[in-house]
T-cell receptor, first 111, second 116 residues
């Protein structure tokens, strides 16, 4: 699986959009970009995933560059409850395909 | 939908005893379940992949005789830590992928194990 690079930490004011970047320059054509987050002492929570096109759901938006070498997760209106470690993972298709967690980005949402 | 539960949520045991952790997919059938371990201030590390009705595939460095995995049905996988020692104290998390269609892994809430 391709590796990803994320900034170790970011701050965001409550109510503002949080934009979390991820580089995955060695991604291959059949690998998806997945985003999970882990709130302290809990299991990871699935946020969103995409292959080529931008995606949006009730939690976030995922913007993938045309060359697929990087992506941005957008939390449109961050709240204190969004404080967590966010993981960007590239993964092959298939139910048995592994998720390899890096160190992620620790997002701190402040008042 | 896509809820995964774990039991127990935390356990304290004496060194040398065995501990069983259950992972259940509550509202979907899971072809594949995964077991992860997470030490304090570290990221999740995959321990093994289990498929219903077959033997688990362990990651390099994970002792299969110490961490017994059973995936007896499409909704239940168990991890047994045999002869636990203090260094096995960790946060154990499972995940599950649906039988068909959506391939996203959904995670359980985790089980915190403390071996005294």
């Amino acid at each position: 699986d391709a590796k990803t690079t994320q900034p170790p930490s970011m701050d965001c004011a409550e109510g503002r959009a949080a934009n979390l970047p991820c580089n995955h320059s060695t991604i291959s054509g059949n690998e998806y970009v997945y985003w999970y987050r882990q709130i302290h002492s809990q299991g990871p929570q699935y946020i969103i995933h995409g292959l080529k096109n931008n995606e949006t759901n009730e939690m976030a938006s995922l913007i993938i560059t045309e060359d697929r070498k990087s992506s941005t997760l957008i939390l449109p209106h961050a709240t204190l409850r969004d404080t967590a470690v966010y993981y960007c993972i590239v993964r092959l298709t298939g139910t048995a395909s592994k998720l390899t967690f890096g160190t992620g980005t620790r997002l701190q949402v402040t008042l | 939908g896509a809820v995964v539960s774990q039991h127990p949520s935390w356990v304290i045991c004496k060194s040398g005893t065995s501990v069983k952790i259950e992972c259940r997919s509550l509202d979907f059938q899971a072809t594949t379940m995964f077991w992860y371990r997470q030490f304090p201030k570290q990221s999740l590390m995959l321990m093994a992949t289990s498929n219903e009705g077959s033997k688990a595939t362990y990651e390099q460095g994970v002792e299969k005789d110490k961490f017994l995995i059973n995936h007896a049905s499409l909704t239940l996988s168990t991890l047994t830590v045999t002869s636990a020692h203090p260094e096995d104290s960790s946060f154990y998390i499972c995940s599950a992928s649906r039988v068909r269609g959506e391939e996203t892994q959904y995670f359980g809430p985790g089980t915190r194990l403390l071996v005294l």
